[in-house]
């Protein structure tokens, strides 16, 4: 096990790649020159894992100048003027079309039912109801080995930007919103910084939270009795809510006296006071780190709208764009367009950046969807989707039309299956798209 802390006070490589001083130690990356070449050579580098990550847009997108033309698919499509930003990377993506939620009927709601495609009317005499999203799902089965099953992100604030109800893009398998990191900051210390507190009040408390739930599940069981069926149904509910509960205790009990890995270069806290293009650059950043050293393998992150268009100089409201028309408005959607296209470029940059232990790159194994539930305006139709990365083995540097009305949910079981995990359906899916994969 690695200690966050040593007796020498000396900042120098050692024999197993890391820099030691005298507070923490930080690993380096794969230096021939430390051995690791030898290394390779006497047993093969372990085959780095899948790793998922689902970035919502909210609003949507402008339809006249993010999308290609229908007609005009296959590799040598010409890539739109709002998505300009991204013709470096042109090759390693995916523009998906015709993909929507057949359920989805809030022209406002960006991201509530983006990746779990719920009815939500689903539930006889409930107005709203909502099924696992795609990222939990993955998280079930990659989040077993890392501290974090899933890491959620979101933005500080209650302004409209055109996601809906939830506390991030994640639901569980109840249908029950999973809370966010709402700042940089926030995001920061959850998957760089060590708890300060004393390890015996860490196992104190720990222990005492699970005191509580065992109390709750025994009172559970004398509940139960005289209940109605329906009474019974939403008990039964709650007290999947506490095993989930249960099982993330066990879970930071394991990883109680593991000290947090750190990248090299180590990722400095955020200004307190990041707001808009800045905000989402580092959270960026951020993700990238904590993918580097394992921390989790599924991010979701719902960004910000209204405070993204204001920090470019926009003078209304994300809402009031949304609406657009020729004119101010659908100049500031546009502008928009190109400032997330540019945004997304950064993040697959610094994706292809990282190495993995085998030479390739983080790129490689990790799956990257940018989406939203809205098409435009109004219109709920053909969801915006570019995937990118190569996790899920799809044969990219495609423009990809599929029939009108193809559920969306089509494309989160085809990423999943694509990734080698266990999967029958998800959602309202009705099978893969196997053009994804085609050659």
């Known amino acids: 096990m690695i200690s966050s802390s040593s007796t020498s006070s000396a ?7 890391f820099l030691r001083s005298s507070s923490a130690l930080i690993a380096l990356p794969f230096l021939e020159s430390l051995g690791f070449r030898r290394f390779v050579s006497a047993a093969a580098a372990p085959l780095p894992p899948k790793r998922f990550v689902f970035l919502g847009m909210g609003f949507g997108v402008t339809k006249e100048s993010w999308y290609p033309d229908q007609k005009d698919v296959g590799s040598g499509y010409t890539l739109p003027e709002g998505l300009a930003p991204l013709a470096k990377h042109r090759e390693d993506l995916t523009i998906v079309q015709n993909l929507a939620n057949q359920y989805n009927n809030e022209a406002h709601w960006g991201s509530t039912f983006w990746l779990t495609g719920a009815n939500r009317y689903a ?15 993955a998280a079930e089965q990659l989040g077993r080995d890392t501290r974090y099953a899933s890491v959620q992100l979101t933005y500080k604030g209650g302004d409209n930007s055109g996601h809906g109800p939830g506390l991030s893009l994640a639901w569980n398998r109840q249908g029950k919103p999973v809370s966010a990191l709402n700042t940089p900051v926030a995001a920061f210390h959850k998957l760089f910084s060590d708890d300060s507190t004393p390890l015996e009040q860490r196992q104190a408390d720990l222990l005492r939270q699970r005191s509580i739930l065992d109390t709750v599940l025994e009172d559970a069981k004398t509940t139960r009795r005289g209940l109605t069926a329906a009474d019974q149904d939403k008990l039964d509910e709650y007290l999947q809510s506490i095993r989930e509960i249960e099982q993330r205790l066990e879970k930071e009990k394991e990883w109680l006296e593991v000290p947090k890995k750190v990248p090299d270069p180590a990722p400095v806290e955020p200004d307190k006071s990041l707001q808009g293009v800045e905000e989402v650059k580092v959270m960026y950043d951020l993700m990238v780190a904590a993918l580097q050293v394992d921390t989790t393998r599924v991010f979701t992150y719902r960004q910000p709208l209204d405070t993204l268009i204001r920090s470019m100089g926009a003078t209304i409201t994300a809402h009031n764009m949304s609406h657009y028309e020729p004119g101010m408005r659908m100049d500031v959607s546009q502008q928009r367009d190109l400032k997330q296209s540019e945004l997304f470029a950064h993040f697959l940059d610094r994706l292809k950046g990282i190495r993995e232990a085998d030479g390739s790159s983080l790129f490689d194994h990790t799956t990257v969807t940018l989406g939203s539930n809205i098409h435009s305006i109004h219109y709920l139709t053909n969801c915006p989707t570019i995937v990118s ?20 949910c089509n494309l989160w079981l085809s990423l999943l299956r694509g990734s080698g995990l266990e999967a029958e359906a998800h959602g309202d899916s009705t099978g893969t798209i196997e053009e994804l994969f085609a050659a």
Not at 123 to 132: A, L, M, V
Not at 389 to 408: E, Y
């Open 123 to 137: 539930e006889p005499g409930q107005s709203f109801h909502n099924t696992i999203s795609i990222d939990q799902v």
């Open 389 to 408: 990365g190569g996790g899920a083995g799809i044969r990219h540097g495609r423009h990809i039309v599929t029939p009108a009305k193809t559920p969306l």
């Open 11 to 17: 900042s120098h490589p050692g024999r197993r790649g």
